[in-house]
């Protein structure tokens, strides 16, 4: 079955260090990767997102993403924090029964990060 | 602002009212999508609309009931509501193509409270 696992459900890390959000899938053929923030009261905000090349992929916000093919990963990092970063962030993979235009995604569980002033 | 506009942003109802929920998006995307979610739980998948045909429905129960009138315009109304389906509804919408690398845009969202 294909799934995506966020193994931790908080991280914390103080303003000004790196941060690094973990992500793991398990998905028959080549993975469709993304990420998302969610803020208070808003909705998903897509932050990247890896198809195919480079294994390091930049997105929104200064963040960015390593995927790993052998220890099939996808984390997210960013070298300095903000505590404007604090939010909570949700990895995805593409499911591989639906294509065309429908997009079905399966999400991992959430990871809230919090940075420290 | 995000480009996927959702109304109302609140809804109050009783388990025996009739409403709906309306989501809006200009971007030309062909693929919308209703999820249900949770307190600090991630999105769940309720439908999804393709070319204004419905491709996917998650098994959700017969009291809501998705709409597509044209490509920009995605309804779900509501009727005889439980209390357990009080949640954040939201809205998402893609371009089509792809075979699924093109990312979803979400709205914020319309908060519903069941009494």
């Known amino acids: 079955a294909q799934s995506v696992a966020q193994p931790e459900d908080q991280v914390n890390v103080a303003e000004g260090n790196p941060l690094t959000v973990k992500c793991t899938y398990s998905?028959?053929?080549?993975?469709?990767l993304f990420w998302y923030v969610q803020y208070p009261n808003r909705g998903l905000q897509f932050l990247l997102k890896?198809?195919?090349?480079?294994?390091l992929v930049k997105g929104s916000y200064g963040f960015e993403a390593e995927f790993n093919k052998s220890q099939t990963s996808f984390h997210l990092k960013k070298p300095s924090a903000l505590v404007s970063d604090s939010a909570l962030y949700f990895c995805?993979?593409?499911?591989?029964?639906?294509?065309?235009?429908?997009?079905?995604?399966?999400f991992g569980t959430g990871t809230l990060l919090a940075v420290q002033p | 602002d995000t480009e996927v506009t959702q109304t109302p942003k609140h809804l109050v109802m009783g388990m025996t009212n009739k409403k709906s929920l309306k989501c809006e998006q200009h971007m030309g995307h062909r693929a919308m999508y209703w999820y249900k979610q949770k307190a600090k739980k991630p999105p769940e998948l309720m439908f999804v609309?393709?070319?204004?045909?419905?491709?996917i429905n998650e098994s959700v129960p017969s009291r809501f009931s998705p709409e597509c009138p044209n490509s920009s315009l995605l309804n779900l109304h509501l009727h005889a509501l439980q209390p357990e389906d009080s949640a954040l509804y939201l809205c998402a919408s893609s371009q089509e193509g792809g075979w699924g690398n093109q990312p979803q845009h979400f709205g914020d969202g319309t908060r519903l409270s069941i009494l």
């Open positions: 890896y198809i195919t090349g480079d294994n």
């Open positions: 995805a993979v593409r499911d591989p029964k639906y294509g065309g235009a429908t997009n079905k995604l399966i």
């Open positions: 609309y393709s070319y204004e045909k419905l491709s």
């Open positions: 998905v028959s053929g080549n993975p469709y």
